[in-house]
Each structure stands twice: as C-alpha cells, then as structure tokens.
C-alpha cells in the first residue's frame, strides 16, 4: 500500500466531535500515515496540539484570516508564547493557517481588510523569528500574499505550503520561487476545475503537495448541489481517509504510475514542513 501525508485537515472541526478516532482509524487504513492539523484561533490551540500527540500527527498554530474579526491583539502574543513553549515538540511543524481572505464581502473592506494584513504580516514574522515554516491560505488574495512574503523573507527563504491553491500558472511560480509548495485536494477532482486541473496537470511535481482539508472542499464524489441538497440529499462528509482516490485523479492528470506520485508528493511534504521528518 503507497504511504500518503494529509498536508492539511481540520481533524479538530465539529464535523468529526463525535467520531474523530474512528475517521483517524480510516485514514491510516487507507495508507494515509500522517496528518497535519493547522490551528485557526488561540481557543483551538490546545485541541489540535492534543490531537496531533494522540494519533501520532502533526500540527500547526496560527489564527486563519476567517477568524481575525474576532482576534484581538492580545492574541498574536499569545500565539508568539505559545511557539516558544512548543518549540521542542517535533510535533509542531509550522505557523498556520495564515493568509488573506477576499472572497468574503466583509473581508474585502475596511477595517477588516487591513486588520487581517496586520494579522498576516505579525504572523510572518512570528514563522521567520521561531524558525518555522507557514501554511498559507490563498483565497483572491494571492498578489498581496506574495507582496507581503517578498517584503518580509528569512535570510534562507520561506518554507511551507500556500494550502487549496487556486490561482494563476504566474501566481504558482511565484510562491514556488520563493520557496513554497502548492496543496492540491478535492478540487482538482471536478472537470470544471479546468484551471486548478491544468496546474496540477503542468506544475513541477516537486512543486506539488496533496491535502484534503478536511471536512471542506469535498471531492466530487461526495459532492451534492444546493438544488440537491435542498431536495433532500446529504452532502458526503470529506475526510482523510479520501487523500488516495484524490491522489489517484493527481496521477491520471500527470499520466504517472500511482506509487511514484506517492513517493514525490511524501518527500514534497518533508520538504515543505522539515520537522515532520522527525516524526
């Protein structure tokens, strides 16, 4: 069986309170080894971490841009103490989920549009002065997600994943030359998709990551409309256990045998997020 790493799932959403060891249980299975759990707010800071240390994962601490109209400043610096108690844990693999959201109307206006980038930024210095990687979420954001990381580059370069990506081939190489992988998942699976597809179809595949982000972004194979749901079917719920088939729509894209984008898309993951080597 190939040996997969969930790049990005959100074990801890309420989606999974009532069965998340047994959809752990079904990951592993399913040959997916390791997943990474990003932190979105300081009040799941403690949940993810116990998580990852329970089943023998990782995680990730940071608040996600969708959770910045409730931070407070105060908040970054708890944030900034709780990487420094964490430091020694090699369960700790990267500042995450950051980013800038501008598909959400509210999101795009003032203030909430320069209190993210103020969250943003903070946070990036946060990952530059602990050492750690980033995991990025890009969403109609990724011109002023790349200005920001430009602005603001460690001495060697950035680590991590800009996670769901969804912009241009010149957006792609962008963050690939600045030293990121792109996390592709279930929404290369719709034939829709066709820009998501051609990038997973034509990038590098050293540049290329899989994560399911679990429970959201569903594949399509799980997926139901609003006109079916309203007519009474039930959205299938994502989760980990799901990486192989979304990789195997990756490989039939790429035309490559299955175990040699299970090999690749591992040592991608090494790379990107250097302490889960460790693990």
Same mark, same amino acid.
């Given at each position: 069986?190939?040996?997969?790493?969930?790049?990005?799932?959100?074990?801890?959403?309420?989606?999974?309170?009532?069965?998340?060891?047994?959809?752990?249980?079904?990951?592993?299975?399913?040959?997916?080894?390791?997943?990474?759990?990003?932190?979105?707010?300081?009040?799941?800071?403690?949940?993810?971490?116990?998580?990852?240390?329970?089943?023998?994962?990782?995680?990730?601490?940071?608040?996600?841009?969708?959770?910045? !109209? #409730?931070?407070?400043? +105060?908040?970054?610096?708890? @944030?900034?103490?709780? =990487?420094?108690? *964490?430091?020694?844990?090699? $369960? %700790?693999?990267?500042?995450?989920?950051?980013?800038?959201?501008?598909?959400?109307?509210?999101?795009?206006?003032?203030?909430?549009?320069?209190?993210?980038?103020?969250?943003?930024? !903070? #946070?990036?210095?946060? +990952?530059?002065?602990?050492? @750690?990687?980033?995991? =990025?979420?890009? *969403?109609?954001?990724?011109? $002023? %997600?790349?200005?920001?990381?430009?602005?603001?580059?460690?001495?060697?370069?950035?680590?991590?994943?800009?996670?769901?990506?969804?912009?241009?081939?010149?957006?792609?190489?962008?963050?690939?030359?600045?030293?990121?992988?792109?996390?592709?998942?279930?929404?290369?699976?719709?034939?829709?998709?066709?820009?998501? $597809?051609?990038?997973?179809?034509?990038?590098?595949?050293?540049?290329?990551?899989?994560?399911?982000?679990?429970?959201?972004?569903?594949?399509?194979?799980?997926?139901?409309?609003?006109?079916?749901?309203?007519?009474?079917?039930?959205?299938?719920?994502?989760?980990?256990?799901?990486?192989?088939?979304?990789?195997?729509?990756?490989?039939?894209?790429?035309?490559?045998?299955?175990?040699?984008?299970?090999?690749?898309?591992?040592?991608?993951?090494?790379?990107?997020?250097?302490?889960?080597?460790?693990?």
């Amino acid at each position: 069986m190939n040996s997969w790493i969930d790049t990005h799932c959100h074990l801890d959403a309420a989606e999974f309170s009532a069965d998340a060891p047994a959809v752990r249980a079904r990951a592993q299975q399913a040959g997916v080894q390791r997943l990474v759990i990003p932190g979105v707010a300081v009040s799941n800071f403690q949940a993810v971490r116990e998580l990852a240390h329970q089943n023998g994962d990782a995680y990730a601490l940071g608040i996600h841009p969708l959770c910045v !109209a #409730q931070s407070v400043d +105060a908040d970054l610096a708890t @944030l900034d103490a709780e =990487l420094t108690l *964490r430091m020694d844990d090699s $369960r %700790l693999v990267a500042v995450g989920e950051i980013g800038l959201d501008f598909f959400v109307p509210e999101l795009q206006l003032s203030p909430l549009r320069e209190k993210q980038e103020m969250f943003y930024r !903070a #946070q990036l210095l946060l +990952a530059r002065r602990h050492g @750690l990687p980033v995991i =990025l979420h890009v *969403r109609r954001s990724a011109d $002023r %997600l790349l200005k920001h990381l430009r602005e603001l580059a460690p001495p060697g370069g950035w680590h991590g994943i800009a996670h769901a990506f969804n912009g241009s081939a010149q957006q792609a190489q962008a963050f690939i030359d600045l030293g990121l992988k792109l996390g592709f998942g279930g929404a290369m699976s719709f034939e829709a998709a066709r820009q998501i $597809r051609q990038l997973a179809t034509e990038l590098p595949l050293q540049a290329l990551v899989l994560e399911t982000d679990a429970p959201d972004i569903p594949p399509q194979w799980l997926y139901q409309s609003a006109q079916a749901r309203a007519a009474g079917a039930v959205q299938g719920r994502n989760e980990p256990a799901e990486l192989p088939r979304m990789a195997q729509v990756l490989a039939a894209l790429r035309g490559m045998p299955i175990e040699a984008l299970a090999r690749a898309c591992t040592a991608n993951a090494l790379a990107a997020l250097p302490r889960l080597s460790q693990l």
